[in-house]
């Protein structure tokens, strides 16, 4: 079994494969009809969503997910030389162009002076606002896919006479990206990242 398996639209696989999934990350092994598979010790699942309004990851799969990531298109693939859409499994493959090297020149490149002075810089800064820095980039990264946006009819305020309409145009446009926003903004001042 390889090392790394991409998993591309899981969120669109029928549920026993998201079992089997969720199998494979809990006991490093997998079932099949005729044998047992085993990862390897060093073992990475990078499951790859499709997103929208569609089908989603069972609940104990999508617990399991630690960290995520939204790529927007918009932004662009700079790390894709050519894009290939060929129909088959290939085109997920990242392919670079004969004889392409990179450029060295296009690294950071970051002195021993500059080194030392952000060592000198991170003695004074308070442990506080680190802590509270890598605790908003944490949050970032490991909500979002675990905040679900509800309809407007099942919002809780519902319960106690609040009008559809009303949150509806609440909740217009409103994303997990959104909540965890919020939320950290209502812990403080913001802090530099």
Same mark, same amino acid.
């Given at each position: 079994?390889?090392?790394?398996?991409? !998993?591309?639209?899981?969120?669109?696989?029928?549920?026993?494969?998201?079992?089997?999934?969720?199998?494979? =990350? #809990?006991? @490093?092994?997998?079932?099949?009809?005729?044998?047992?598979? #085993? !990862? *390897?010790? %060093?073992?990475?699942?990078?499951?790859?969503?499709?997103?929208?309004?569609?089908?989603?990851?069972? @609940?104990?799969?999508?617990?399991?997910?630690?960290?995520? #990531?939204? #790529?927007?298109?918009?932004?662009?693939? *700079?790390?894709?030389? +050519?894009?290939?859409?060929?129909?088959?499994?290939?085109?997920?493959?990242?392919?670079?162009? *004969?004889?392409?090297?990179?450029?060295?020149?296009?690294?950071? %490149?970051?002195? &021993?002076?500059?080194?030392?002075?952000?060592?000198?810089?991170?003695?004074?800064? =308070?442990?506080?606002?680190?802590?509270?820095?890598?605790?908003?980039?944490?949050?970032?990264?490991?909500?979002?896919?675990?905040?679900?946006?509800?309809?407007?009819?099942?919002?809780?305020?519902?319960?106690?006479?609040?009008?559809?309409? &009303?949150?509806?145009?609440?909740?217009?446009?409103?994303?997990? +990206?959104?909540?965890?926003?919020?939320?950290?903004?209502?812990?403080?001042? +913001?802090?530099?990242?």
């Amino acid at each position: 079994m390889a090392n790394v398996i991409i !998993a591309k639209n899981l969120d669109e696989a029928p549920k026993q494969v998201q079992i089997q999934a969720l199998e494979l =990350m #809990h006991s @490093k092994r997998i079932y099949t009809r005729t044998s047992v598979q #085993h !990862a *390897p010790k %060093r073992f990475l699942f990078i499951a790859l969503l499709a997103g929208g309004e569609g089908p989603r990851l069972t @609940k104990h799969l999508n617990d399991q997910i630690f960290i995520s #990531h939204f #790529h927007d298109p918009e932004d662009g693939f *700079p790390n894709l030389e +050519e894009k290939y859409d060929d129909g088959d499994s290939t085109s997920s493959v990242l392919k670079k162009s *004969p004889g392409f090297e990179p450029d060295a020149n296009l690294w950071p %490149r970051v002195s &021993a002076a500059e080194i030392e002075h952000l060592s000198q810089l991170s003695d004074q800064a =308070m442990q506080l606002n680190i802590l509270t820095s890598f605790q908003a980039l944490a949050a970032r990264k490991i909500y979002p896919h675990r905040i679900h946006i509800v309809k407007p009819e099942r919002e809780r305020s519902m319960q106690w006479g609040s009008d559809v309409d &009303a949150v509806s145009a609440l909740l217009e446009g409103v994303g997990p +990206e959104d909540v965890i926003e919020d939320v950290l903004g209502t812990a403080g001042p +913001e802090v530099p990242l």
